[in-house]
């Protein structure tokens, strides 16, 4: 039996959309599969969560598992979260909190141990081979894909935040600081005319970056996460995500399907996806004068946001889903 590993249920997160997406389309190929959660009590520390859940499914395992999780055992591992160890690097924590160290000693093991490794980006496929010594052979990048959707009628969106004719950008995501929020708002600071900033997700900090984005004059309205969010996708004029560190988001996907002018970092696997005009080197370059450019010239916008159309339009979650059902028969095949 193949069975899918992933340690809590979300309805939001980029990962936990993906294996939704993905089991819909492999029912469609009538592949048979179950979903394993954890069953470790909401009350104990992560750290111990991850070690609970190695233990839970490891401990006389039977089946294929095709985890999204970092556990020691799996047959197929997507690294959807990344190199924990690069992320150590890139983004500064708490040298005294034990889930770094437990992620650590399962990280490198887990790429040891698994049959085949899934990349979403080429950045990923990079980091693993060069940090872990993990021969290339051993892992296939496959894009992340979405489920292409009409535009949204946003009508009710318009009154609730009295949009009229501005120009509206946007970020979508939680985790405010290693995904870029503060950068976002120094990016909007440097504009002038009438726009507003939506930023959709959740943060325990949001009144921090409230008050900072009153102390730089920005027009932010920060709205929690929101069930609706296509409705911002099909507003929006330019989605900015000037994230530290992203294996692959599916935010920079689903705004461009959506017809959003997108600029993101380099440090995002999604980046590869996109004229480099539109990448940043980094999160302090701010491509102000892109960012004019786009909200000044209704023509070049216009284009821009039909060319994204058609790039996310090659990723969809049926080409990713035929890519990986190849990835998933193989493992199958070669344990028979």
């Not at 070690?51 to 401990?59: A, F, G, P, R, S």
């Not at 935040?161 to 929020?181: A, D, H, P, Q």
């Not at 929690?224 to 994230?243: G, H, I, M, Q, W």
């Not at 450019?293 to 994204?308: C, F, G, V």
Request: net charge positive; aromatic share 12%.
């Amino acid at each position: 039996m193949l069975t899918f590993l992933r340690l809590k249920r979300s309805k939001f997160g980029g990962a936990e959309n993906y294996l939704s997406r993905l089991t819909d389309e492999l029912s469609k190929h009538n592949v048979k599969f179950t979903i394993k959660y954890s069953s470790a009590p909401k009350f104990l520390p992560s750290w111990l969560k991850i070690i609970w859940y190695n233990l839970e499914v490891c401990l006389g395992k039977k089946d294929i598992y095709f985890s999204f999780e970092r556990v020691i055992c799996p047959d197929i591992y997507r690294a959807g979260d990344g190199v924990h160890k690069v992320f150590l690097q890139t983004i500064k924590k708490s040298k005294f909190n034990p889930l770094h160290y437990v992620y650590l000693f399962i990280e490198k093991r887990m790429f040891q141990n698994a049959k085949i490794i899934i990349a979403n980006s080429n950045m990923i496929k990079h980091q693993i081979t060069t940090t872990y010594n993990i021969s290339p052979n051993k892992i296939i990048t496959i894009y992340n894909g979405i489920k292409l959707k009409p535009l949204s009628n946003a009508d009710d969106i318009k009154k609730e935040f009295n949009i009229t004719n501005e120009k509206i950008l946007l970020y979508v995501g939680s985790g405010f600081e290693r995904k870029g929020v503060k950068e976002v708002i120094q990016i909007a600071s440097y504009l002038d005319g009438d726009y507003k900033l939506f930023i959709v997700g959740k943060e325990k900090r949001i009144k921090w970056y409230q008050d900072y984005a009153k102390q730089l004059g920005v027009n932010a309205i920060f709205t929690n996460t929101r069930e609706d969010v296509d409705k911002f996708y099909s507003l929006a004029d330019v989605f900015v995500f000037p994230t530290h560190y992203e294996p692959f988001s599916n935010v920079v996907l689903e705004a461009m399907s959506f017809k959003c002018a997108v600029i993101t970092t380099a440090q995002n696997g999604a980046s590869e996806i996109l004229p480099e005009e539109f990448v940043m080197k980094n999160p302090k370059d701010y491509k102000i004068e892109l960012l004019k450019k786009l909200l000044t010239n209704p023509s070049y916008l216009q284009s821009i946001k039909e060319q994204n159309y058609q790039i996310a339009s090659q990723f969809t979650i049926e080409k990713n889903a035929k890519e990986t059902l190849k990835v998933i028969q193989q493992v199958l095949k070669d344990t028979k």
